[in-house]
């Protein structure tokens, strides 16, 4: 993979700050998911429940009761609270990829093994060595790939949908109406599908589910570019109602 350099890797370096950002807000709720009995947050409405999402909690019963029978940690016929598996999984997926993350980084930048620690500290020492991690597109760009991913996992396992609204103008790279504020990163993005940008180091390049960003620090470039202004752009970061996109 050819090294980037310049803005390209401050742009991958901002979007490590994000997906960090959403992360370290929703691993925690993942261990809350697990909680016995719990509920919604006060004046939250519960979530319509995902198609098939009975099913799966009976099969996380069964299978959850069986684990135990097998071991005997329950007598045959006498109930069990649920084991939320997927949850459980999601944990212990991004816990042990957040540690290899860390320790990856660490012997890149030549650096002694890290210490123990929970996930939400790891991912504040790596976030602490952004600036020496920049020195080393490649490596950046993976830092970038890792996080975002365990943050997507976060987000699938949770049913989180985040807010989105609708901005005027058009995409400077697609010149579709599809650009959309995201208040929870503070960020703009294009929700086209097909667009692509320029930059080589853009995730959009090379996956499919990646959607240009423009994060707060840019959005007087974008306003100049796409037709929109600065001012309906902090508007709507503040608007709470979601759009469709």
Known sequence: ?????????????????????????????????????????????????HPGHDELIREERREALLLQQRHGLSVP????????????DAIRDVTDGVVELEEAVR?????????????????????????????????????????RRMARRCARTLGDAETIVRVSGRCP?????????????????????ACVCADEACGCQDDPAYRHLWPEDRWGELADASGTRTEEIEAAMDDTKETRC
Do not use: K, Y
């Not at 016929?77 to 459980?88: E, N, T």
């Not at 790279?173 to 599908?193: E, T, Y």
């Open 1 to 49: 993979m050819a090294e980037t350099t310049g803005g390209s890797v401050d742009r991958v370096v901002r979007d490590i700050a994000l997906w960090t950002a959403s992360l370290v807000r929703q691993f925690p709720e993942l261990s809350d998911e697990l909680a016995p009995g719990r509920r919604s947050p006060a004046r939250t409405a519960p979530a319509a429940p």
């Open 77 to 88: 016929g006498h109930g069990a609270a649920p084991i939320r598996l997927h949850i459980s």
């Open 107 to 147: 012997a890149r930048l030549g650096l002694p093994r890290p210490r123990r620690a929970g996930v939400i500290e790891r991912l504040r020492r790596i976030v602490g060595l952004l600036d020496a991690v920049a020195e080393h597109p490649v490596l950046a760009r993976h830092v970038r790939d890792e996080i």
């Open 173 to 193: 790279w697609c010149d579709s109406v599809s650009l959309r504020a995201f208040p929870d990163r503070r960020a703009v993005l294009c929700v086209n599908p």
